[in-house]
Nanobody, 122 residues
Framework: EVQLQASGGGLVQAGGSLRLSCAVS????????MSWIRQAPGKEREVVSC????????YYAESVRGRFTISRDNAKRTVTLRMNSLKPEDTAVYYC???????????????WGQGTLVTVSS
């Protein structure tokens, strides 16, 4: 059974930082691209950042580039999203998602975690 357990969300003031983590089990982690996808109230899901399965290639949405950093630890089977200089518009439920094979900048990932809520107050 595939499990993606996201954690680290919470309430933070604008300008603050949060670190989201996603622990993965039930898949051969090294074979999967990983993504952080968010959904704000009343909006469609948006790819925030994603990373390839092995060479560290990363993509960032324009809205978060320079503020967010994605990383993965294949030995620990985790993917992390470090978020700095948070803005109220970053408020959303953040999901980690996995896709076997190449990384794609899309919400069409195969396996999803339960999501963790990030709220940024102004």
């Amino acid at each position: 059974e595939v499990q993606l357990q996201a954690s680290g969300g919470g309430l933070v003031q604008a300008g603050g930082s949060l670190r989201l983590s996603c622990a993965v089990s039930g898949i051969t982690f090294d074979d999967y691209a990983m993504s952080w996808i968010r959904q704000a109230p009343g909006k469609e899901r948006e790819v925030v950042s994603c990373t390839s399965k092995s060479d560290g290639t990363a993509y960032y949405a324009e809205s978060v580039r320079g503020r967010f950093t994605i990383s993965r630890d294949n030995a620990k089977r985790t993917v992390t999203l470090r978020m700095n200089s948070l803005k109220p518009e970053d408020t959303a439920v953040y999901y980690c998602a996995a896709r076997e094979g190449a990384v794609v900048v899309s919400v069409k990932y195969d396996d999803w975690g339960q999501g963790t809520l990030v709220t940024v107050s102004s």
